[in-house]
């Protein structure tokens, strides 16, 4: 073993809940456990990345990691502390997320080692599919009570303050619950791992393996992030950050990271990355000395970017994010694809020019008095350009009749620097 499982997950702050006997079973060998997710979308998103991180160290201390993917479970949804019921997939949607999920999963859990402990991918359809409605009420619905199902909080909370639970939804922990008992069965998984929200179903699933098979099979819950102002983690006005760079652009995602509070940045250093606690506690101290510097946020963001993403986005994601304060030059700029640099400026005012009304500008100052929408006046931008306050490209302008020889970012961009903070996008069609 490269570490005791449970220690980290209790110094990260990872821990909420585990069956009694857990630390003993781990100490006897290889376990396998596993972890589920819900294949209704084609991209996980940070939320899913508390689940993938325990995965991560429970592989990295030597054990067997599942991930499966709900296939099966896909197609009803899982009522857990939600207030309506979910808009069921089609087995097309599904193929392709699923696909779209193991992709992701493969940057954090090594499915191709050769060595007992590598990483395996299973989707619960392929055994759910095989079973009849009568077969399953039979041999696995007679095993729970719906006395036993009724007490589960997610249940109960849904009968009081939403709009009903339909049979599909209150069948799903007997579902998840058989999962756990078909891998316990057939790979030997004796663990489950899940959100803390997932308490109920997860020990569903170790009293089916009782009762079944007077089986020995554990639970262990991690923590629901929240942030210290009290809004939902993983959202934005733009809403999920999603680890698809096609839904959320590297330079996003960095952003997400970097720009976190310094309260929740310290519980996500240990969250969501790999550093070892030496290595944190030196980043909370130089953070504390230097707050300003924001050390821990630029480490986080570092880190899970490139796990999440590669180390040439983080680079890219970087560079783009230092061009707001002056850091940057034309090679700088150039290098960014146009989804980035119009992240970089968004709500930067935007002027449309038509590439004829463009290849009519004599020269520098015709251009920033095009329209009065940068200066007033020519007067006003013929001063501020000699004394030095006026940037095309993160080039300095000293010269208010210098030739528009300036490449144009993206072929169809400049960017004009107005005093240390105002900018404005030239777009030229």
């Known amino acids: 073993m490269t570490n005791n499982f449970i220690d980290e997950l209790r110094w990260r702050g990872m821990l909420q809940d585990m069956t009694p006997g857990l630390e003993a079973h781990l100490n006897k060998g290889i376990k396998a456990a596993y972890l589920g997710f819900d294949p209704t979308a084609d991209s996980l998103h940070i939320g899913h990345l508390v689940g993938v991180m325990t995965l991560l160290h429970f592989q990295r201390a030597g054990h067997k990691p599942f991930a ?28 392709k997320n699923i696909n779209c999920i193991k992709n992701q999963l493969e940057k954090f859990l090594d499915f191709a080692a050769d060595s007992p402990n590598k990483a395996e991918l299973v989707n619960n359809y392929d055994w759910m ?91 262990l819950t991690v923590p629901l992030i929240t942030k210290a102002d009290g809004s939902k983690f993983g959202k934005t006005e733009s809403g999920s950050v999603w680890l698809d760079p096609e839904k959320t652009s590297p330079y996003a995602f960095y952003q997400f990271w970097l720009n976190v509070s310094d309260e929740d940045a310290s ?115 013929r001063k501020m350009v000699i004394g030095g306050g006026v940037g095309i490209n993160k080039i300095k302008i000293s010269d208010p009749q210098s030739a528009l020889d300036f490449p144009l970012l993206q072929n169809r961009y400049l960017l004009i620097q107005k005093g240390k903070k105002n900018y404005y996008i030239v777009r030229i069609k």
């Not at 939600?82 to 599904?94: G, I, P, V």
């Not at 639970?165 to 756990?180: A, V």
């Not at 960014?336 to 590439?355: A, K």
Request: charged share 30%; glycine share 6%; proline share 2%.
């Open 68 to 95: 499966l993917i709900g296939g099966a479970t896909g197609m009803i949804g899982d009522p857990s502390f939600k207030s309506a019921e979910r808009n069921l997939l089609d087995r097309a949607t599904l193929e």
């Open 129 to 219: 599919a095989k079973f009849s409605f009568l077969d399953f009420i039979r041999d696995v619905g007679k095993h729970i009570t719906v006395n036993y199902m009724m007490a589960k909080d997610s249940v109960k909370r849904r009968l009081e303050e939403g709009s009903g639970l339909s049979f599909t939804e209150f069948s799903y922990q007997l579902i998840q619950g058989y999962d756990f008992y078909h891998l316990w069965k057939n790979s030997d998984c004796s663990i489950q791992l899940g959100g803390s929200d997932q308490w109920g179903n997860i020990v569903t699933g170790t009293e089916l393996i009782r009762k079944m098979a007077n089986g020995e099979a554990h639970a």
């Open 267 to 381: 519980k996500y250093i240990r969250i969501f990355t790999t550093l070892d606690r030496n290595t944190i506690e030196e980043l909370e101290k130089s953070h504390q000395d230097a707050p300003h510097l924001r050390v821990l946020q630029k480490e986080i963001a570092k880190e899970i970017t490139i796990l999440v993403h590669s180390e040439a986005d983080y680079e890219i994601a970087e560079k783009a994010s230092s061009i707001l304060f002056g850091k940057s030059s034309l090679e700088d700029l150039s290098s960014l694809d146009e989804r980035t640099f119009l992240q970089v400026f968004d709500g930067v005012p935007v002027i449309e020019m038509e590439h004829s009304d463009f290849k009519k500008l004599d020269n520098v100052l015709d251009l920033l008095d095009y329209d009065h929408k940068i200066f007033p006046s020519k007067g006003e931008a």
